[in-house]
């Protein structure tokens, strides 16, 4: 058990609340994420991954930038900008922050994503967490289960996904 919790990663949860995120969203009344610039000179790469045993929670920002005595997590997106985050990326920077507050002990006021047209501030409010916190007990939840259904009919999130290989919901 412990080592399927140790083995929940970012990419596990943006796969996971990709399915759920917009019902989430709908109910928490999430940040959309604000429009803001950034100076990628100040972006300082980990070197390892950030890591919550309590949780059970490990994923790796991109970057972090120092501001005002806080660490910001920055998030790096390819492919097309959205004209708003997606909600599964908005919930990865609040893992992401989430991971920050309990690794150096500040809470982040936000986090970062940066896509290849713009960027934008996602604000870390307790809202936010909360809710994230519900996402991960689901995830939890879904872990002891044997019949979890696909929720979603697209075939690309199935290509790119990491459980392609063994899961018998794909779409091929
Ligand atoms: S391969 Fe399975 S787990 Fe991955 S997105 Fe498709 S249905 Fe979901």
Partial sequence: MLSLIL???IL???IVLFFISRRQRRLAGLPGGRVIYTDTRAWGALE??????????TGKPDYLVEQ??????VEVK????????WDSH???????????????????????????NRDFAVDYTPELESALLDLLDSIRRDERRRDVKRSHQDKQRCRLCGFHKVC???LT
């Avoid at 919550?52 to 929670?57: F, K, V």
């Avoid at 005002?68 to 997590?73: A, C, K, L, Q």
């Avoid at 390819?78 to 985050?85: D, F, I, K, L, S």
């Avoid at 609040?94 to 809470?107: D, I, M, P, S, W």
């Fill in 7 to 9: 083995g929940l990663t």
């Fill in 12 to 14: 596990m949860i943006s």
């Fill in 78 to 85: 390819t492919g097309r900008t959205p004209v708003a985050p």
């Fill in 48 to 57: 390892k991954p950030l890591f919550d045993a309590q949780l059970g929670l």
């Fill in 168 to 170: 018998d919901e794909k």
């Fill in 68 to 73: 005002e005595g806080r660490f910001i997590p």
């Fill in 90 to 116: 908005i919930f990865q920077v609040a893992a992401y922050c989430l991971l920050v507050h309990k690794t150096y002990g500040e809470r982040p006021s936000h986090g970062i994503l940066h896509y290849p």
